[in-house]
C-alpha cells in the first residue's frame, strides 16, 4: 500500500484561440441572423443568397471547421490519457446533439408542426406529406448538420492526415455523384432544404476536416503553425473558387437572351405540342422529373453535369472573386457550380473551409501568440450552444406588450431601427451567456 500523496489529473487547459474563433463565429450569426431579415435596410453582403457566397454564408462552415477542431482535440486527449478510443461516448454525445436539435427545431416550428399535423389530420390522416416537409427542411438546419457530419467523419477521426484529406475528397466526389443523380434538383424542389438538406454532411465534412487538420498542426507547433496554416487554407480557398469557374459554364447571352424572349411570345401566340422525350433533361436518371419542376428561367437542365454543346460554347471565363455579386438568373442560369449554401455544392464549404483556416490562424497568432483576447467572444464562445439558442428566442422579447418586429418591422428601410433591435437582441443573448459564464455554467456544442 502506498503513502504517496494523491495526485489530481492536470486540468484541462482550454484552447484560447478556438474559443475566441467560436465566439467570433457566434457573433456573426447574431449579427446576419439578427439583421438578415431586414431585406431593405440590411446591407447586400450580409445576406443569404445562394447564389453567391456572402458574408453571411461564411458563418456556417467556422462553426462546423470549430466542431471537427474540437473533435479531434477532445477526442485525441482522451485517447492519449486512456489508451483507446472511446467510440461510445462520441457517439453517444453526437446521437445526444442531434435529439436536442431535433427538439429544438420543433420546439421553434412549433406553430408550423401544429399546422402540418392539423392539415395532415384534416387531410384523411396522410401524414407522409407533414413528416417529409418536417424532415428535409425544418428539422435540417444548423445543429443538425453539425450532428450528421460528426458522425460522418467519426470514423476517421483519429486516421493519419492523409485517409482524412482523401475522406473529404471523397465525401465531396460521392456529393456530386448523388447531386447529379437526384440530390440538386430534389435540395431545390419545394420545399426546399436548409444548408444543403440531408445529404449537406457530405460537403459539410470539408470545413469539419480541416478543422481536424489545423488541430494537429497547432498540437505539434503551437504559435509557430500559424503561417502553415493560412497558407493551407488560401490554397484551398483558391481550390473552392476554382471549382466554382465552372458556374460560368451557364451563362446566357443576350443573344440568348432575346430568342428565348421571341419563343415566348410566340409560344404565347401559338402553343406547340411537344413530346415529353424532346424535353427530357439531361440530368440524372432520378433527377429528371424534379428538374422538370424548376423553373427553367431560373436553373439549368444540366446543373450538375454540363452538355457537350455548353462545353463547346464556353467562352472560357473566370468566374468573380469572392464575395462579389454574381449575374442575375437571367444572365446565368442557377447550377451545381456555383457557391451556394442552400445547395451546399461542392465549391462552396469548399473555399469557406479554406477562409476557416485563414481566419483561425489569425487568433492563433492574436490570441495565443499575443496574448490578446475580446470578452464578448470569450462568453459567447465558451457558452455556443446557449447563444445559438438564446438567438433563436430572442425576437420573443416583450417590449411595452410587443415584439421586437412589432416595434421594428422587418419590412422598414430605416436602418436605424434595424440596427437598434440588434443591438437589442445580442444584449439579450449576451447578458444571460455572461449571466451563466458568472455561474460557471457551460452549454456548448
Known amino acids: 500500500m502506498s503513502l504517496s500523496p494523491l495526485v489530481p489529473p492536470a486540468p484541462v487547459v482550454r484552447l484560447t484561440s478556438l474559443d475566441q474563433f467560436r465566439g467570433y463565429t457566434m457573433l456573426g450569426m447574431l449579427l446576419v441572423n ?9 446591407p447586400y453582403i450580409l445576406r443569404h443568397h445562394h447564389d453567391y457566397c456572402s458574408y453571411a454564408d461564411t458563418i456556417m462552415p467556422h462553426f462546423l471547421f470549430a466542431a471537427g477542431f474540437a473533435m479531434r482535440l477532445s477526442l485525441g486527449r482522451r485517447l492519449e490519457t486512456g489508451g483507446k478510443m472511446p467510440w461510445i461516448r462520441a457517439i453517444r454525445r453526437v446521437l ?10 420543433g420546439f421553434c416550428s412549433l406553430k408550423g408542426v401544429i399546422a402540418g399535423f392539423h392539415e395532415a389530420m384534416t387531410e384523411g390522416g396522410f401524414f407522409y406529406p407533414f413528416l417529409y416537409r418536417l424532415f428535409k427542411r425544418e428539422l435540417y438546419q444548423t445543429l443538425l448538420h453539425i450532428a450528421v457530419t460528426s458522425l ?14 482523401w475522406y473529404a475528397i471523397g465525401s465531396g466526389a460521392l456529393h456530386v455523384i448523388l447531386s447529379y443523380w437526384f440530390n440538386y434538383a430534389w435540395v431545390y424542389s419545394d420545399p426546399t432544404g436548409i444548408d444543403g438538406g440531408p445529404l449537406g454532411f457530405l460537403t459539410w465534412s470539408i470545413p469539419a476536416l480541416c478543422g481536424t487538420l489545423a488541430c494537429d498542426a497547432v498540437k505539434a507547433s503551437g504559435t509557430a503553425a500559424t503561417g502553415r496554416i493560412a497558407g493551407w487554407g488560401c490554397v484551398v480557398m483558391l481550390i473552392g473558387w476554382s471549382l466554382s469557374i465552372g458556374t460560368t459554364l451557364y451563362n446566357v447571352t443576350e443573344a440568348q437572351i432575346q430568342t428565348e424572349q421571341a419563343d415566348a411570345v410566340a409560344a404565347l401566340a401559338e402553343p406547340k405540342p411537344t413530346s415529353p422525350a424532346a424535353n427530357s433533361p439531361p440530368a440524372g436518371p432520378v433527377a429528371k422529373p424534379l428538374i422538370q419542376v424548376l423553373d427553367p428561367k431560373k436553373y439549368a437542365p444540366d446543373p450538375v453535369w454540363p452538355t457537350w454543346e ?6 472560357r471565363t473566370l468566374v468573380e472573386p469572392p464575395f462579389v455579386r454574381p449575374p442575375d438568373a437571367q444572365h446565368r442560369r442557377w447550377n451545381y457550380w456555383m457557391m451556394s449554401q442552400r445547395g451546399g455544392t461542392l465549391s462552396y464549404p469548399t473555399f469557406c473551409a479554406g477562409l476557416s483556416l485563414l481566419i483561425y490562424a489569425g487568433f492563433l497568432y492574436v490570441c495565443d501568440g499575443l496574448k490578446w483576447r475580446l470578452g464578448i467572444f470569450r462568453t459567447l464562445g465558451t457558452n455556443s450552444l446557449a447563444a445559438y439558442m438564446l438567438h433563436d428566442i430572442a425576437g420573443w422579447i416583450p417590449i411595452g406588450g410587443k415584439v421586437i418586429d412589432q416595434h421594428f418591422p422587418t419590412n422598414s428601410t ?3 431601427g434595424m440596427l437598434i433591435a440588434f443591438g437589442i437582441q445580442l444584449l439579450f443573448v449576451y447578458g444571460v451567456c455572461r449571466l451563466l459564464e458568472a455561474l460557471g455554467w457551460y452549454i456548448r456544442v
Open 96 to 105: 445526444g446533439l442531434a435529439l436536442v436539435a431535433i427538439l429544438w427545431y
Open 34 to 42: 439578427l439583421i438578415g431579415g431586414y431585406k431593405l435596410a440590411c
Open 310 to 315: 455548353r462545353l463547346k460554347n464556353w467562352e
Open 152 to 165: 460522418w467523419i467519426l470514423p476517421v477521426i483519429t486516421s493519419s492526415w492523409k485517409v482524412r484529406v
Open 414 to 416: 430605416l436602418w436605424v
